[in-house]
Nanobody
Framework: QLAESGGGSVQAGGSLRLSCHVS????????MGWFRQVPGKGREEVAA???????RYADSVKGRFTISKDNAKKTHYLQMDSLRPEDTAVYYC???????????????????WGQGTQVTVSS
């Protein structure tokens, strides 16, 4: 089970930090990713992290967003800085259980998804 938190409303240029707590898995390792979706549009990749902390970002967020994890807390984070109105979306965390050597931005590879958290950026 994945539980996101930390969404909300912020003005352009502001920051938010999303959290994703993982529970109920017996796997000791997994890939984690963040995706987002605007109503009426397709899902968009945001960021991903693998077992040893290698990260990958979509070009649209590179330099502004940071994905990280705390293995002891089984929690992953998405720090979002310099937010723009076009970042407005529902953000989802996702998990792909198993040994993860390469962070993946391909949503179809993830089998477990959180419920989503709304991020709204006003101009």
């Amino acid at each position: 089970q994945l539980a996101e938190s930390g969404g909300g409303s912020v003005q352009a240029g502001g920051s938010l930090r999303l959290s994703c707590h993982v529970s109920g898995y017996t796997y000791s390792s997994y890939c984690m990713g963040w995706f987002r979706q605007v109503p009426g549009k397709g899902r968009e990749e945001v960021a991903a992290i693998d077992d040893d902390g290698t990260v990958r970002y979509a070009d649209s967020v590179k330099g502004r967003f940071t994905i990280s994890k705390d293995n002891a807390k089984k929690t992953h984070y998405l720090q979002m800085d310099s937010l723009r109105p076009e970042d407005t979306a529902v953000y989802y965390c996702a998990a792909k259980p198993g040994i993860c050597w390469i962070p993946s931005l391909v949503g179809s590879e993830y089998g477990y998804w959180g419920q989503g958290t709304q991020v709204t950026v006003s101009s």
